[in-house]
């Protein structure tokens, strides 16, 4: 069965400091890749998404995303954080062509000013 | 404007008693789900729908039941709320989700005591 793990469960930042989230997923076939944001209090948005193509995906607010396939990897970046960003992250998968859409457990960012 | 409602908001219920939470969405969405979000566990799957009546067990559907009579709606039913059941729940839909993942509803913070 497909599983995505995010191994940092807990992340605090100082505003303008640099930003990488881990995400691994186990699937050997064919994925599809996603990066949800969570305000407090809101429903999950959906940052960035990769089908195929350039494993360099651009997303909303400064964000992107590296598929690399040879390490399963799908690592959220962004240069310089901002205190707004604060918000928990999903990273979620797709496998085999299929539709069903596993996230992993998520991860909290707080970013002090 | 495009969006996933869901009702109620916030719900208190004891245990045992019967209760649904709507979802409705007015993109013309094949795809509809429904997501439980817990601390440390991230969203889990409870149930989806390819289409009207067609509908499909997710990774915890134990404990609830859902309908898709029409395209727009997908309510969830919890026959006998049990307080594991508390949590915060969302209703997503999509188009197709392996290549635009969801969009999400605002989420139903539901409490069984």
């Known amino acids: 069965a497909q599983s995505v793990s995010q191994h940092n469960h807990h992340v605090i930042l100082s505003e303008a400091a640099s930003l990488e989230l881990g995400c691994n997923y186990s699937y050997g076939g064919t994925v599809n890749l996603f990066w949800y944001v969570q305000y407090p209090g809101q429903h999950l948005q959906l940052l960035l998404k990769y089908f195929s193509g350039d494993p360099l995906v651009k997303g909303i607010k400064g964000f992107e995303a590296e598929f690399i396939k040879s390490k399963f990897s799908f690592n959220l970046r962004k240069p310089s954080v901002q205190w707004s960003d604060t918000a928990e992250y999903f990273c979620?998968?797709?496998?085999?062509?299929?539709?069903?859409?596993?996230f992993g457990t998520g991860t909290q960012l707080k970013v002090e000013l | 404007e495009a969006q996933v409602t869901q009702n109620p908001r916030y719900l208190i219920t004891v245990t045992g008693k019967k209760l649904t939470v709507t979802c409705s969405q007015n993109?013309?969405?094949?795809?509809m789900s429904w997501y439980r979000q817990d601390p440390g566990l991230g969203l889990r799957q409870i149930y989806y729908s390819m289409n009207v009546e067609v509908t499909d067990k997710g990774d915890v559907p134990e404990g609830y039941k859902v309908s898709r009579k029409e395209k727009r709606n997908f309510p969830l039913i919890l026959e006998s709320p049990s307080p594991n059941q508390t949590s915060l729940y969302f209703c997503?839909?999509?188009?197709?989700?392996?290549?635009?993942?969801?969009?999400f509803g605002s989420g139903t913070r539901l409490t069984v005591v």
């Open positions: 993109m013309n969405h094949e795809y």
């Open positions: 979620a998968v797709t496998t085999g062509g299929g539709n069903k859409l596993t």
């Open positions: 997503a839909s999509s188009l197709r989700p392996q290549i635009y993942g969801y969009t």
